[in-house]
C-alpha cells in the first residue's frame, strides 16, 4: 500500500447519498489527498443531482457501477448498518480499499468476515470514526496517560439527541440494525477503550425500547482489568452535554465537543481539590496537597489544537496516509473488532428489558 508518495492522491467513490455522505462530500473539499470521482445511488437522478452539489464526478443509478468507475481507488460505505458488510466485501472484492461507516457492521460475526476478505483482497479497510483522526483526541489522550490528573480511575461521556423523524428514519428501523447503541452509543464505547487501553472486562447495559423495536435511551458501563471504570448515557429521544471526560485521582479531562470537533477544538485539564470534610486540619498543621493542585498552577487549563482542515477532510487524508504511505490507521482492527463485540453483548442484554408505554408530549 505504500510507494505512492507522500502528496499523491486518494480518488473515491461514495455509496450512498444520505446525510452523512453529503457531510463527508463537503468535509473532502478541505483535503489535500482526496478527490470524489463518482457517487453510487439507487437512483440516478439521485446521484447525479449530488455529483452536481459536491462536483462529484461520474453520477452512477447502481452501487455496482460506482464500483466499477476505473478511477476508483477507495469507497466510502456511508449506507444503512445492515448493508455495511455486504457492500463493503463487494468493494473489496472489486479491488477498492474501504472507509466504512460505524459501526463497522451489525455484529462481529460480519466485521471478522469483512477484515478477512481485506486481507485476501490486499487492501485496506478501516471504520470511519471520524473524530479519531482529529489531533485534538490524541492530545487529550496523551496528557491523559502523562499522569498529569493522576491515575485514571473514571471515564463519563454521553451521546444524545432528540429526533421527531421516526417513521422514515433508519435508526428507528430494527431491520436495518438502528437503534441508539448502534447509532451513538458505539462512540462512548470505543473512545471508553481508547483511554483504558484495552477491551473491557465486564460490560452492562439497561435502556428504554421504543416501540418500533429498537433501543431509543441506554445507559452502559464498562469495566477493564487494569481498574478503569467507564459510563455513558446515549440516546435519540433525549437531551444532554453530550461530552467526554477522563477521571483521575488528581484531576480530571474534559471534552466539551469530542465526538464532532471543529477546526480548532479544545480540552480542559482540571486539577482537583479535596472535598472540605478531608481537608480539617490541627491548627498550624501545613495543608497536605496530596490529591490537589500544585501551588501556583491553575485551577483549569483550557488546550486549543488546530486541525487545519474540517474533520471529514481529516478523515479522509488519515485513511490516504495509511493506503498510500503505510501509516497506521486512526482505528485498529482489533478496536474495531473488540467495539463489535461490547455492541453484541450490549445489544443481547436489551433485549430483555420490558418495553416502557410511550408518553404523549
Given at each position: 500500500?505504500?510507494?505512492?508518495?507522500?502528496?499523491?492522491?486518494?480518488?473515491?467513490?461514495?455509496?450512498?447519498?444520505?446525510?452523512?455522505?453529503?457531510?463527508?462530500?463537503?468535509?473532502?473539499?478541505?483535503?489535500?489527498?482526496?478527490?470524489?470521482?463518482?457517487?453510487?445511488?439507487?437512483?440516478?437522478?439521485?446521484?447525479?443531482?449530488?455529483?452536481?452539489?459536491?462536483?462529484?464526478?461520474?453520477?452512477?443509478?447502481?452501487?455496482?457501477?460506482?464500483?466499477?468507475?476505473?478511477?476508483?481507488?477507495?469507497?466510502?460505505?456511508?449506507?444503512?448498518?445492515?448493508?455495511?458488510?455486504?457492500?463493503t466485501i463487494k468493494?473489496?472484492?472489486?479491488?477498492?480499499?474501504?472507509?466504512?461507516?460505524?459501526?463497522?457492521?451489525?455484529?462481529?460475526?460480519?466485521?471478522?468476515?469483512?477484515?478477512?476478505?481485506?486481507?485476501?483482497?490486499?487492501?485496506?479497510?478501516?471504520?470511519?470514526?471520524?473524530?479519531?483522526?482529529?489531533?485534538m483526541l490524541a492530545?487529550?489522550?496523551?496528557?491523559?496517560?502523562?499522569?498529569?490528573?493522576?491515575?485514571?480511575?473514571?471515564?463519563?461521556?454521553?451521546?444524545?439527541?432528540?429526533?421527531?423523524?421516526?417513521?422514515?428514519?433508519?435508526?428507528?428501523?430494527?431491520?436495518?440494525?438502528?437503534?441508539?447503541?448502534?447509532?451513538?452509543?458505539?462512540?462512548?464505547?470505543?473512545?471508553?477503550?481508547?483511554?483504558?487501553?484495552?477491551?473491557?472486562?465486564?460490560?452492562?447495559?439497561?435502556?428504554?425500547?421504543?416501540?418500533?423495536?429498537?433501543?431509543?435511551?441506554?445507559?452502559?458501563?464498562?469495566?477493564?482489568?487494569?481498574?478503569?471504570?467507564?459510563?455513558?448515557?446515549?440516546?435519540?429521544?433525549?437531551?444532554?452535554?453530550?461530552?467526554?471526560?477522563?477521571?483521575?485521582?488528581?484531576?480530571?479531562?474534559?471534552?466539551?465537543?469530542?465526538?464532532?470537533?471543529?477546526?480548532?477544538?479544545?480540552?480542559?485539564?482540571?486539577?482537583?481539590?479535596?472535598?472540605?470534610?478531608?481537608?480539617?486540619?490541627?491548627?498550624?498543621?501545613?495543608?497536605?496537597?496530596?490529591?490537589?493542585?500544585?501551588?501556583?498552577?491553575?485551577?483549569?487549563?483550557?488546550?486549543?489544537?488546530?486541525?487545519?482542515?474540517?474533520?471529514?477532510?481529516?478523515?479522509?487524508?488519515?485513511?490516504?496516509?495509511?493506503?498510500?504511505?503505510?501509516?497506521?490507521?486512526?482505528?485498529?482492527?482489533?478496536?474495531?473488532?473488540?467495539?463489535?463485540?461490547?455492541?453484541?453483548?450490549?445489544?443481547?442484554?436489551?433485549?430483555?428489558?420490558?418495553?416502557?408505554?410511550?408518553?404523549?408530549?
Amino acid at each position: 500500500m505504500g510507494g505512492q508518495g507522500r502528496m499523491s492522491q486518494l480518488t473515491w467513490a461514495i455509496l450512498g447519498t444520505g446525510n452523512i455522505a453529503r457531510q463527508f462530500a463537503a468535509g473532502v473539499r478541505s483535503a489535500r489527498r482526496a478527490s470524489i470521482v463518482a457517487i453510487g445511488s439507487r437512483s440516478a437522478d439521485t446521484a447525479r443531482a449530488f455529483a452536481a452539489e459536491h462536483a462529484a464526478g461520474a453520477a452512477c443509478g447502481t452501487y455496482e457501477d460506482a464500483l466499477k468507475e476505473p478511477a476508483v481507488r477507495a469507497v466510502y460505505v456511508s449506507l444503512p448498518n445492515s448493508m455495511h458488510h455486504q457492500w463493503t466485501i463487494k468493494a473489496l472484492r472489486a479491488g477498492k480499499h474501504v472507509l466504512c461507516e460505524k459501526p463497522l457492521a451489525a455484529s462481529a460475526a460480519e466485521a471478522h468476515e469483512m477484515f478477512a476478505e481485506a486481507r485476501r483482497a490486499g487492501r485496506l479497510l478501516v471504520e470511519a470514526f471520524m473524530y479519531r483522526a482529529h489531533p485534538m483526541l490524541a492530545a487529550a489522550v496523551e496528557v491523559a496517560r502523562s499522569g498529569r490528573i493522576g491515575p485514571i480511575r473514571l471515564i463519563r461521556t454521553s451521546f444524545c439527541y432528540r429526533t421527531t423523524r421516526i417513521a422514515d428514519n433508519i435508526r428507528f428501523d430494527a431491520a436495518l440494525a438502528g437503534g441508539a447503541l448502534m447509532d451513538i452509543g458505539c462512540y462512548c464505547i470505543d473512545f471508553s477503550c481508547l483511554v483504558a487501553g484495552q477491551p473491557p472486562a465486564q460490560v452492562h447495559a439497561a435502556g428504554h425500547i421504543h416501540e418500533r423495536g429498537v433501543d431509543d435511551v441506554v445507559a452502559g458501563t464498562l469495566t477493564f482489568a487494569n481498574g478503569i471504570v467507564a459510563g455513558f448515557t446515549c440516546g435519540m429521544s433525549v437531551q444532554a452535554d453530550n461530552s467526554a471526560c477522563i477521571c483521575g485521582e488528581d484531576g480530571y479531562i474534559e471534552i466539551p465537543v469530542p465526538w464532532k470537533p471543529p477546526r480548532q477544538a479544545t480540552f480542559i485539564i482540571a486539577r482537583g481539590t479535596p472535598p472540605k470534610m478531608d481537608g480539617a486540619r490541627p491548627a498550624g498543621t501545613p495543608p497536605k496537597l496530596d490529591g490537589a493542585r500544585p501551588p501556583g498552577t491553575p485551577p483549569r487549563e483550557l488546550r486549543t489544537v488546530d486541525a487545519g482542515a474540517d474533520l471529514y477532510g481529516i478523515e479522509a487524508d488519515a485513511f490516504a496516509a495509511a493506503v498510500l504511505d503505510g501509516a497506521a490507521p486512526f482505528i485498529s482492527q482489533r478496536e474495531s473488532l473488540a467495539n463489535m463485540q461490547v455492541l453484541d453483548k450490549m445489544r443481547a442484554q436489551l433485549t430483555t428489558v420490558h418495553r416502557q408505554p410511550t408518553t404523549s408530549p
